[in-house]
């Protein structure tokens, strides 16, 4: 009877002390982050600043336009197509217009450093010469055709770092909102953790609870302060990571704005997939144009053994000269060059651009595998975070009632505080593993459609 009443009294000072709107709460349960909730809980990277609204998809143009390897990309392509202007010279006629003045000692030959010795007079003169290819086989066309083909590859080349630099805006923005909504988890569990000691700290001085539960209290408190640390800290690296792939070399006050939609299946085939990667995937089509690059630029080395024609033309006037030479003067020729021996010179240059051909075709090839690859395995991941979404959701909500049945075991003196703290610590998993799942969700599906070229 004693035992009855003394139970009896034990939880009416229990209900005295908590109240009916002061039992032990249940872990907070998660949701992604309101678009405001940066601006709200989050203090600001720069104090100072104002603070910035920034969407995936504007965090994307503002990397195409401020991030320097866009620039570069754009560069290159644009000096390529220098190249093809001077390759195209070879094939344009060439115009010099020389003046000459000479004082020349009276009679006098050139006599050293020739076979010839013509002889020199004083004179001042003036003309024009001009020079025209008739003929090279072939070989300036292809050089030409070369070039082009390299200025082709530049471009797709400018593309395809624009795609990698949006897929670089994507990870880094869904990881930022990733680590934002890790570190409210980490909040709430500190905040959750604080209340549990407040409250055990309380029965404890009042001899109705042991210094064992709130040693095991604090303990927990103390890891949850420990997750806190390490969430902030993963937080702002994600956004000096942000700052930097968006072209900024200091932090920026972004307050990132989610736009979550709904989880769509996964594609069924994955064969046609790979197809439409290897018809979209710039990087693939500019090895393609470097191939056919190489193959004209073989064509162009194997042709320096073929003879060139050329013609020259040179008209002028000598004003003033010592009455020897005529008042002007003017000539026309054509040159027929014709390769005899330079030792092998021209067939070992033919001989590496037909290998630098065959290495440029096994690159492409290999890319072509690596990109097969590359899509299969980001399907398999989308897959497997689809499915993930839903699993996630069943452990957050198993978790959830394991810790609401071992809140109520321990509140009636039922359970421990070990097995109420493992459901604790098993709904903060939960919650972590249940945020993460969305986050790796959207960035699989931003991954598949960098690998097919879509991005």
Request: no cysteine; glycine share 4%.
């Amino acid at each position: 009877m004693r035992k009855v009443v003394l139970a009896v009294t034990t939880l009416i000072l229990t209900g005295s002390l908590y109240g009916q709107q002061q039992n032990f709460p249940a872990a907070p349960k998660l949701t992604v982050p309101p678009a405001t909730a940066p601006a709200q809980q989050t203090p600001p990277a720069v104090p100072g600043q104002p603070v910035v609204k920034l969407t995936v998809i504007e965090a994307e143009a503002i990397a195409l336009k401020n991030n320097p390897q866009i620039s570069v990309a754009k560069l290159t392509a644009l000096a390529s197509h220098q190249v093809v202007r001077e390759t195209r010279a070879g094939l344009l006629p060439t115009a010099t217009i020389s003046l000459t003045g000479v004082d020349a000692q009276e009679g006098s030959r050139i006599g050293a450093g020739a076979l010839n010795n013509p002889v020199i007079y004083d004179r001042g003169a003036a003309g024009t010469t001009l020079s025209q290819l008739i003929t090279d086989f072939g070989r300036t066309t292809s050089l030409v055709a070369s070039s082009k083909f390299r200025e082709k590859a530049e471009n797709e080349n400018a593309l395809a770092t624009a795609q990698q630099i949006s897929i670089a805006v994507d990870e880094a923005f869904y990881n930022a909102l990733q680590s934002f909504a890790l570190l409210r988890v980490a909040d709430e569990t500190v905040s959750t953790r604080q209340l549990v000691v407040d409250r055990v700290q309380a029965l404890a001085n009042s001899k109705l609870k042991s210094d064992l539960d709130l040693s095991f209290a604090k303990v927990d408190l103390s890891q949850a302060k420990l997750l806190q640390l390490e969430a902030q800290n993963n937080y702002s690296a994600a956004l000096a990571s942000l700052a930097a792939i968006l072209g900024y070399p200091d932090l920026q006050n972004f307050e990132l704005m989610d736009e979550p939609g709904p989880a769509t299946p996964p594609s069924p085939d994955v064969n046609a997939l790979i197809q439409d990667a290897i018809q979209k995937r710039p990087d693939l089509s500019a090895l393609q144009y470097s191939y056919q690059s190489a193959e004209k630029f073989r064509n162009a080395e194997r042709d320096l053994s073929r003879p060139t024609v050329s013609a020259l033309g040179t008209v002028g006037s000598v004003p003033f000269n010592t009455g020897h030479l005529d008042s002007w003067y003017g000539a026309v020729g054509v040159n027929v060059n014709i390769p005899v021996f330079n030792g092998f010179l021209f067939s070992a240059r033919a001989h590496a651009a037909d290998l630098q051909a065959q290495a440029a075709d096994q690159r492409r090839r290999d890319l072509a595998n690596r990109i097969a690859r590359d899509v299969r395995m980001a399907w398999l991941d989308q897959n497997r975070t689809y499915i993930r979404l839903d699993v996630t959701k069943q452990l957050l909500d198993q978790a959830s009632l394991a810790l609401d049945l071992a809140q109520t075991r321990y509140n009636l003196g039922l359970g421990t505080i070990v097995e109420f703290t493992q459901a604790e610590l098993q709904r903060t998993e939960a919650e972590i593993s249940n945020t993460s799942a969305q986050y790796q969700y959207r960035l699989a599906n931003a991954r598949l459609k960098y690998e097919l070229g879509e991005h």
